[in-house]
């Protein structure tokens, strides 16, 4: 009898997986000396003291019990008061709101809650990373949308029903979008809408950089009319608050949906720190000051960012908000990964290569601006080496 091959004791859906792009550069600059990373999207600001001070106090105070699976409800009824106020949205703080271990918590279980096996999920591309691997941990079957930078990355109502097929349940927003920077106006999401509505799709809207928007405030699509019934929002508190580490998010969702999601939460996470939920009532109370005064800054390293690529020559659409640019490489001749790692080599400077993101990021490159304007004006200056020497070879 001859031995067989060894199984794998993995799950195939699990075994399929490929591992964070975005690591592997974060990983292999973590282990040289001298690097300025451009490359983990995570605030250069440290939570403001408020914040840290309503968790020791909290701490002191003995709240380190279980809380309701939904998260208290002293802070579901703050994030609608903040909702109202910021984005003119209103939930049902009892049953419409969930908080999460994280907005990518709030990503897993949305899905999961919402597919059966095969469901197709609309993905635009440039995308954050998670959203391919989770959707096929849930059983579904993610279908990318393309967008160019000549159109500033933006989904358009042709690609968007292309697109569709008698599997798909669901399409996945970011905006402000991870890696582009790119929003979407009034007038665009008008464009969508009647697709959406059309062929009855569920809208995973995921706003965690709601807040980092540079022209004018954002506009939540669960706000358009008609959209608040079909929409899960997700959101959290890690790039506004420069609250990453604390790993708060939440779900607010129409309430058959919540049920769902709520159920697979409660035999998984059980539920957020309580300590973490005490600080989150103090960012929302009174930390919006803080958030204003980061933005700007966000903006002010966005402005030099922009006008510093393009004159190293790397063409460079204008981000409307997140912290992320997104310069095309094509120039260099050279794909975004040999960019990415030669860069790094050579001139010690961390980007991470667009097409981690999805094949509409090929040729590009996404360098994140959450830290200080110094780091970037030296990363800058590295960076502009680099090209020329690429331009005189």
Request: negative net charge; hydrophobic residues 40%; aromatic residues 8%.
């Amino acid at each position: 009898m001859t031995q067989s091959q060894p199984k794998s004791r993995l799950a195939k859906t699990v075994d399929s997986l490929k591992p964070s792009g975005i690591r592997r550069f974060f990983d292999l600059a973590a282990s040289m000396e001298g690097v300025i990373s451009l490359g983990v999207g995570e605030p250069d600001f440290v939570t403001p003291w408020r914040v840290r001070e309503a968790c020791i106090s909290s701490l002191e105070r003995g709240y380190t019990a279980y809380t309701s699976n939904a998260g208290l409800l002293s802070l579901r009824k703050e994030i609608d008061h903040y909702l109202q106020d910021r984005f003119s949205l209103h939930y049902n703080p009892e049953t419409e709101m969930l908080i999460t271990v994280g907005a990518s918590e709030a990503i897993d279980i949305a899905l999961r809650a919402i597919l059966n096996p095969g469901d197709e999920v609309l993905v635009v591309e440039p995308c954050y990373v998670s959203y391919e691997p989770v959707i096929r941990l849930a059983g579904g079957v993610p279908v990318f949308l393309h967008t160019t930078a000549e159109n500033n990355f933006k989904l358009t109502a042709e690609e968007l029903e292309e697109k569709i097929s008698r599997k798909t349940k669901a399409i996945i927003f970011c905006y402000p979008n991870n890696p582009t920077g790119s929003t979407m106006t009034h007038e665009e999401w008008e464009q969508l809408l009647p697709i959406i509505k059309r062929y009855d799709l569920l809208v995973l809207s995921d706003e965690i950089y709601a807040e980092l928007t540079f022209a004018k405030r954002h506009e939540s699509i669960a706000s358009l009319p008609g959209m608040k019934e079909r929409t899960i929002l997700i959101s959290g508190f890690s790039k506004a608050f420069a609250m990453t580490g604390w790993r708060l998010g939440y779900i607010c969702a129409p309430p058959d949906l919540l049920t769902g999601m709520l159920k697979i939460h409660q035999y998984t996470m059980l539920c957020a720190p309580s300590m973490v939920q005490m600080a989150a009532i103090e960012a929302l109370k009174y930390g919006m000051d803080d958030v204003d005064r980061m933005v700007e800054s966000y903006k002010q390293r966005r402005n030099f960012m922009v006008e510093a690529l393009c004159e190293i020559g790397l063409a460079c659409h204008q981000p409307e908000g997140a912290f992320y640019v997104f310069p095309s490489i094509a120039s260099t001749g050279l794909t975004a990964s040999e960019f990415a790692e030669r860069l790094l080599l050579e001139e010690k400077v961390a980007v991470v290569p667009g097409d981690v993101f999805g094949d509409s990021g090929r040729d590009h490159i996404r360098c994140s601006y959450a830290t200080s304007l110094a780091q970037l004006e030296e990363a800058m200056e590295r960076m502009g080496r680099f090209v020329k020497r690429l331009s005189q070879s």
